[in-house]
């Protein structure tokens, strides 16, 4: 299945592609993730992408669409399929998105569009703790890992200081409408209501990939 996943930041795009990582076995390409992975490793792509995410504006079109371009051809992708998680993210990458998988062969099967007011999602983002050891996603009060926590354990996200997070927040609300009817034109679009529970959306957007299956 070749899947994308959206929402607003703190929808539970990253949660929920990992359940569905785990149960579908498709590769979790995550724009954010690779870099984030590309600042820590100190690479020219992690110093230019970090200049852009601190302040919770998107990295430039041209970069981005160049890395998941690069991912999608990949080996691996054909056999697996995958669930982009945070691209797209401009109408204009969504156009680059669909002539990169024309030039691949490659047809999206389903768009799963997590639904969810964004006033509920500072709360989200100010309680999201990552584990160091495994990068594991939890929340202080929503999702806290099962065995308790010790704080040095876990660390909190640069751009989920409250400042980056209105600029995301406003970034992401004026770009998003436009790809989802984009998508919604092709009839892909799967609308999941984010305000419930983990394994309440879980159970949604399972039943809607079992149907695509
Ligand atoms: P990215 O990493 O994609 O961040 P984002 O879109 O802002 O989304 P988040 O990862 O913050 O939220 P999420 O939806 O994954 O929520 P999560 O599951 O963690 O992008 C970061 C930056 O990179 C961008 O700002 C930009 O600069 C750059 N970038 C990335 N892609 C780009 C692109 N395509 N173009 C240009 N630039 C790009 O959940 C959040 C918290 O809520 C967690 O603590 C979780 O435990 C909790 N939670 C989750 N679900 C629930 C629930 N149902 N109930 C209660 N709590 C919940
Ligand atoms: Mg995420």
Do not use: C, W
């Not at 600029?167 to 409408?177: A, C, D, G, H, M």
């Amino acid at each position: 299945m070749n899947l994308l996943i959206m929402g607003l930041p703190g929808a539970g795009k990253g949660t929920q592609a990992a359940k569905i990582v785990e149960q579908f076995k498709v590769a979790h390409i995550s724009t954010g993730d690779m870099f984030r992975a590309a600042i820590a490793n100190q690479t020219e792509l992690g110093l230019l992408a970090k200049s852009y995410m601190d302040g919770g504006n998107l990295v430039p079109d041209e970069v981005t669409n160049g890395i998941v371009k690069e991912r999608l051809g990949q080996e691996d992708i054909k056999a697996t399929g995958f669930l982009l998680d945070g691209y797209p993210r401009t109408i204009e990458q969504a156009h680059a998105l669909d002539a990169a998988l024309a030039e691949l062969g490659i047809s999206l099967d389903g768009v799963i569009n997590i639904e969810i007011d964004p006033a509920k999602l500072q709360e989200r983002l100010s309680g999201r703790i990552i584990h160091k050891a495994t990068g594991e996603t939890f929340h202080k009060v929503f999702n806290p890992p099962a065995e308790g926590y010790n704080e040095e354990d876990y660390y909190q996200r640069e751009d989920d200081k409250p400042e980056s997070v209105a600029r995301r927040l406003e970034v992401n609300i004026s770009q998003s409408q436009p790809i989802i009817e984009h998508y919604r034109s092709k009839g892909l679009v799967h609308d999941i209501e984010g305000d419930q529970d983990i394994e309440e959306v879980y159970a949604e957007i399972e039943k809607v990939l079992s149907n695509l299956k």
